[in-house]
């Protein structure tokens, strides 16, 4: 089984930057995407981008396109998620997950394996 441990978190000002790692162990042959989601407080999980594992083809959420980058490191079996020109509604807990099976990348239902989490608040 596919385990997963999100880090990078922090705390950073309105405009910064910060860089999400999500460690890959486990059998991941048979991974067909990656993603991260997000949640804050009282709000639904929401979907923020994801990668295909072999391919390559990378998927964004409307309120992130052309801030956040997805990429990932099949020989370190690492995900990561670039986030640059944060905003105070950026803040959120985010979960790195595993889909092993065909589906939409989009839907949190498709996924998994879950990590713990990582938290990310960006003051204004």
């Known amino acids: 089984q596919v385990q997963l441990v999100e880090s990078g978190g922090g705390l950073v000002q309105a405009g910064g930057s910060l860089r999400l790692s999500c460690a890959v162990s486990?059998?991941?042959?048979?991974?067909?995407?990656m993603a991260w989601f997000r949640q804050a407080p009282g709000k639904e999980r929401e979907f923020v981008s994801a990668i295909k594992w072999s391919g390559g083809s990378t998927y964004y959420g409307d309120s992130v396109k052309g801030r956040f980058t997805i990429s990932r490191d099949n020989d370190r079996k690492t995900l990561y998620l670039q986030m640059n020109s944060l905003k105070p509604e950026d803040t959120a807990i985010y979960y790195c997950?595993?889909?092993?099976?065909?589906?939409?990348?989009?839907?949190?239902?498709?996924?998994?394996?879950w990590g713990p989490g990582t938290q990310v608040t960006v003051s204004s």
């Open positions: 997950a595993a889909a092993q099976q065909y589906g939409d990348v989009g839907s949190f239902k498709n996924y998994q394996r």
């Open positions: 486990g059998r991941t042959v048979s991974t067909y995407a």
